[in-house]
C-alpha cells in the first residue's frame, strides 16, 4: 500500500534547457522481460530495465511464483520456471500502482489450476478489472471474491484444463490483449484475439522472441487476428529494453515550451505503435529531428534533437488515441503553450488509467489558468503563447505519476509556479525524472 507521506513539489520558469538525456528502459517492455523472462526456461538477461516501483513489483510476483531474479552488475537476470510450472503463490502478489503488472498477471495465472490473490494501492483498486476478467472468464477461470464493479482485491482460480477462446477485444487494449495471450500459453490449442483498433504490440513481438508460435494477420478492415498455439516451450533471451518514448516525452514537452531549449533524447523507442505524440507535436510545429534511426534487439529507436517552438494548436484524430494513450496529459500541457485550440477526441480510456486523467488534467488546467473544456471522451485546449498569465495553482495529481510529470513540466514555462500536491509516484515509473530535469536545467523544488 501506498503509506509515505504526501510530498509536494514546485516547477518555477526556466532558462533555456540544454544537454544529453536518455530516460528510464520502457515500462511495457521491462514488465514483460521480468514476466517471460520468469516464465521462460533457462536464463534470460536484460540490460537497460527500468527500475521503477511497478515493474520491480511484477518481478516480485514473478519471484512469488517460482522464478529467480537478481541484478548483477547493470543486468538483470531471471531463471524462470518453464512455461506452465508456475506455483502457486503462498501470500497475497501486491502490485502497487501497476495496472499493466495486475492485468498482465491475471492472464498469466488465469488459466492455471491454482488460487492467486491481487492486491493493490487505492488508486489501482479502483480501476475496473472485468476488463480482463470477462474473458478469462470463458476460458474457465473463476473469481472466487471482488470488490463491486470487479475491484480489487481479487482472489482468482484458474480451471484443471482451460479451454481456448477466439476473443474480440472490446476497447483498444494492449492489457486485455496480452491477458488473454498470457492465458493461452497454458491452455492447449490455438487461442485468438481480434483486435480491431491496434494498440502496442510488445507482448507479441517478446512472446515470438521467446519461442511462442504466434501469427498476426491484418485484414482488409484492418483489424488484427493474433493466432497464438498453446503450450510452447519459452526459452530465455537477452533483452536490451529502449528508452521509454512515455518517459521521454516529459523532456520533450519541455524543449519545446521552454524557449531556447535545445536537448538531445538518446535511443527512444521508435515502435509505431508508441510514437502518436512525436506526430502530433511535429504536426503543431514542433522543432523535432530524428537522427541515427536505428535498430536495438529487435525494436527501432533513435535520437531525437528538439528545440524551443512555436507551437499551433490541431485537432488530433481520434484513431491515434492507442499509439499515444500515456501522452495526452502532457500533450495537453504543450497545448496551453500553443497558438489556437488544440482539440484530442476519442479520450475515454483516459477515464480508467492511474486517475480519471481526463477530469485531472482538466483541473489541473483550470487551476493554472488555461482555458479548456472538458467533454465526455474529449478536451479541447486554448493555448497562450508565452506562457503569460498562467501557472500559479496547486495540482491534485490522485496518486497518478503522469500527471505529476506533466503539470511539473509545465510549470517550466508558465509566468508564476505550478505547484502538485505529490511527487511520490513520479517513483513508479521514472524514479530520476527530477534529477535528469535538473540536469537539463530545469528549477524544480
Ligand atoms: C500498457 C497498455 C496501456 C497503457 C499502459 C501500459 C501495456 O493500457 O496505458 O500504461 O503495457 O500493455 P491499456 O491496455 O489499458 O490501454
Given at each position: 500500500?501506498?503509506?509515505?507521506?504526501?510530498?509536494?513539489?514546485s516547477?518555477?520558469k526556466?532558462?533555456?534547457?540544454?544537454?544529453?538525456?536518455?530516460?528510464?528502459?520502457?515500462?511495457?517492455?521491462?514488465?514483460?522481460?521480468?514476466?517471460?523472462?520468469?516464465?521462460?526456461?533457462?536464463?534470460?538477461?536484460?540490460?537497460?530495465?527500468?527500475?521503477?516501483?511497478?515493474?520491480?513489483?511484477?518481478?516480485?510476483?514473478?519471484?512469488?511464483?517460482?522464478?529467480?531474479i537478481?541484478?548483477?552488475?547493470?543486468?538483470?537476470?531471471?531463471?524462470?520456471?518453464?512455461?506452465?510450472?508456475?506455483?502457486?503463490?503462498?501470500?497475497?502478489l501486491?502490485?502497487?500502482?501497476?495496472?499493466?503488472?495486475?492485468?498482465?498477471?491475471?492472464?498469466?495465472?488465469?488459466?492455471?489450476?491454482?488460487?492467486?490473490?491481487?492486491?493493490?494501492?487505492?488508486?489501482?483498486?479502483?480501476?475496473?478489472?472485468?476488463?480482463?476478467?470477462?474473458?478469462?472468464?470463458?476460458?474457465?477461470?473463476?473469481?472466487?471474491?471482488?470488490?463491486?464493479?470487479?475491484?480489487?482485491?481479487?482472489?482468482?482460480?484458474?480451471?484443471?484444463?482451460?479451454?481456448?477462446?477466439?476473443?474480440?477485444?472490446?476497447?483498444?487494449?494492449?492489457?486485455?490483449?496480452?491477458?488473454?495471450?498470457?492465458?493461452?500459453?497454458?491452455?492447449?490449442?490455438?487461442?485468438?484475439?481480434?483486435?480491431?483498433?491496434?494498440?502496442?504490440?510488445?507482448?507479441?513481438?517478446?512472446?515470438?522472441?521467446?519461442?511462442a508460435?504466434?501469427?498476426?494477420?491484418?485484414?482488409?478492415?484492418?483489424?488484427?487476428?493474433?493466432?497464438?498455439?498453446?503450450?510452447?516451450?519459452?526459452?530465455?533471451?537477452?533483452?536490451?529494453?529502449?528508452?521509454?518514448?512515455?518517459?521521454?516525452?516529459?523532456?520533450?514537452?519541455?524543449?519545446?515550451?521552454?524557449?531556447?531549449?535545445?536537448?538531445?533524447?538518446?535511443?527512444?523507442?521508435?515502435?509505431?505503435?508508441?510514437?502518436?505524440?512525436?506526430?502530433?507535436?511535429?504536426?503543431?510545429?514542433?522543432?523535432i529531428?530524428?537522427?541515427?534511426?536505428?535498430?536495438?534487439?529487435?525494436?527501432?529507436?533513435?535520437d531525437?534533437?528538439?528545440?524551443?517552438?512555436?507551437?499551433?494548436?490541431?485537432?488530433?484524430?481520434?484513431?491515434?488515441?492507442?499509439?499515444?494513450?500515456?501522452?495526452?496529459?502532457?500533450?495537453?500541457?504543450?497545448?496551453?503553450?500553443?497558438?489556437?485550440?488544440?482539440?484530442?477526441?476519442g479520450?475515454?480510456?483516459?477515464?480508467v488509467?492511474?486517475?480519471?486523467?481526463?477530469?485531472?488534467?482538466?483541473?489541473?488546467?483550470?487551476?493554472?489558468?488555461?482555458?479548456?473544456?472538458?467533454?465526455?471522451?474529449?478536451?479541447?485546449?486554448?493555448?497562450?503563447?508565452?506562457?503569460?498569465?498562467?501557472?500559479?495553482?496547486?495540482?491534485?495529481?490522485?496518486?497518478?505519476?503522469?500527471?505529476?510529470?506533466?503539470?511539473?513540466?509545465?510549470?517550466?514555462?508558465?509566468?508564476?509556479?505550478?505547484?502538485?500536491?505529490?511527487?511520490?509516484?513520479?517513483?513508479?515509473?521514472?524514479?530520476d525524472?527530477?534529477?535528469?530535469?535538473?540536469?537539463?536545467?530545469?528549477?524544480?523544488?
Amino acid at each position: 500500500m501506498h503509506t509515505t507521506e504526501p510530498r509536494p513539489m514546485s516547477a518555477r520558469k526556466s532558462d533555456a534547457l540544454s544537454g544529453r538525456a536518455r530516460v528510464p528502459g520502457d515500462k511495457s517492455i521491462s514488465h514483460r522481460a521480468l514476466m517471460f523472462g520468469g516464465l521462460a526456461a533457462g536464463e534470460t538477461r536484460i540490460t537497460g530495465l527500468l527500475e521503477g516501483e511497478d515493474v520491480l513489483r511484477t518481478g516480485e510476483a514473478m519471484k512469488a511464483m517460482g522464478a529467480t531474479i537478481e541484478k548483477r552488475g547493470d543486468e538483470w537476470i531471471a531463471h524462470g520456471t518453464g512455461n506452465g510450472a508456475l506455483l502457486e503463490p503462498e501470500a497475497p502478489l501486491d502490485f502497487g500502482n501497476a495496472g499493466t503488472g495486475v492485468r498482465l498477471t491475471m492472464g498469466l495465472v488465469g488459466s492455471y489450476d491454482m488460487t492467486t490473490r491481487f492486491i493493490g494501492d487505492a488508486s489501482l483498486s479502483k480501476r475496473p478489472m472485468g476488463r480482463v476478467l470477462d474473458p478469462l472468464k470463458e476460458m474457465g477461470l473463476q473469481v472466487l471474491s471482488a470488490e463491486p464493479g470487479d475491484r480489487l482485491p481479487i482472489t482468482l482460480r484458474g480451471p484443471k484444463h482451460a479451454a481456448p477462446i477466439s476473443y474480440r477485444v472490446p476497447m483498444p487494449s494492449a492489457q486485455v490483449k496480452s491477458a488473454v495471450l498470457l492465458a493461452a500459453l497454458n491452455t492447449a490449442g490455438v487461442t485468438t484475439v481480434i483486435e480491431p483498433v491496434a494498440t502496442r504490440d510488445h507482448t507479441e513481438k517478446m512472446l515470438a522472441g521467446f519461442g511462442a508460435s504466434l501469427e498476426v494477420e491484418t485484414d482488409a478492415d484492418g483489424v488484427r487476428h493474433i493466432r497464438i498455439e498453446g503450450q510452447p516451450k519459452l526459452i530465455g533471451q537477452t533483452i536490451a529494453v529502449p528508452a521509454d518514448p512515455s518517459s521521454a516525452a516529459f523532456p520533450l514537452v519541455a524543449a519545446l515550451i521552454v524557449p531556447g531549449s535545445d536537448v538531445v533524447i538518446e535511443s527512444m523507442l521508435m515502435n509505431p505503435t508508441r510514437t502518436g505524440l512525436v506526430t502530433t507535436l511535429m504536426e503543431m510545429g514542433a522543432d523535432i529531428e530524428i537522427l541515427e534511426r536505428r535498430n536495438e534487439g529487435g525494436e527501432d529507436v533513435a535520437d531525437l534533437r528538439v528545440r524551443g517552438s512555436e507551437l499551433k494548436g490541431v485537432t488530433v484524430p481520434e484513431d491515434r488515441a492507442p499509439s499515444m494513450i500515456d501522452e495526452y496529459p502532457v500533450l495537453a500541457v504543450a497545448a496551453s503553450f500553443a497558438e489556437g485550440d488544440t482539440v484530442m477526441q476519442g479520450l475515454e480510456e483516459l477515464r480508467v488509467k492511474e486517475s480519471d486523467r481526463l477530469s485531472a488534467v482538466a483541473d489541473g488546467l483550470k487551476a493554472n489558468g488555461v482555458e479548456c473544456e472538458e467533454g465526455e471522451a474529449s478536451l479541447r485546449v486554448t493555448g497562450r503563447p508565452g506562457g503569460k498569465g498562467l501557472g500559479g495553482g496547486t495540482v491534485q495529481t490522485h496518486l497518478d505519476h503522469r500527471i505529476a510529470m506533466s503539470f511539473l513540466v509545465m510549470g517550466l514555462a508558465t509566468e508564476k509556479p505550478v505547484t502538485i500536491d505529490d511527487q511520490t509516484m513520479i517513483a513508479t515509473s521514472f524514479p530520476d525524472f527530477t534529477a535528469l530535469m535538473t540536469r537539463l536545467g530545469a528549477t524544480l523544488d
